[in-house]
């Protein structure tokens, strides 16, 4: 089993900064391809970004390419997404993910493990 704890969520002004952490206990996540996904109040688990198990590949949703870039420590088990040029619309509670199949997901199916989610608030 793999338990995830996301940090680095809070309130910041448009256009400003914040980097999340998703650290990983359990077992090592260095051959698992992981994920951010985000969720507003009112709407579905939307897909962020996803790395592959050795940040070789990423994938970045539309939404906020230019913007957010995703990384991995693997000898610190972690996962990181660097958010830049924040909006209001960002706002939403924010999940990270592991997939062990390898799949490089961005559906919520592809996912087998998740974290409980850090807020992220974007105030205009």
């Known amino acids: 089993q793999v338990q995830l704890v996301e940090s680095g969520g809070g309130l910041v002004q448009a256009g400003g900064s914040l980097r999340l952490s998703c650290a990983a206990s359990g077992r090592t996540i260095s051959g698992y391809d992981m994920g951010w996904f985000r969720q507003a109040p009112g709407a579905e688990r939307e897909f962020v970004a996803a790395i592959t198990w050795n940040g070789g590949f990423t994938y970045i949703a539309d939404s906020v390419k230019g913007r957010f870039t995703i990384s991995r420590d693997n000898p610190k088990n972690t996962v990181y997404l660097q958010m830049n040029s924040l909006k209001p619309e960002d706002t939403a509670v924010y999940y990270c993910?592991?997939?062990?199949?390898?799949?490089?997901?961005?559906?919520?199916?592809?996912?087998?493990?998740w974290g409980q989610g850090t807020q992220v608030t974007v105030s205009s």
């Open positions: 993910a592991a997939d062990p199949a390898g799949r490089l997901g961005r559906t919520i199916n592809e996912y087998d493990y």
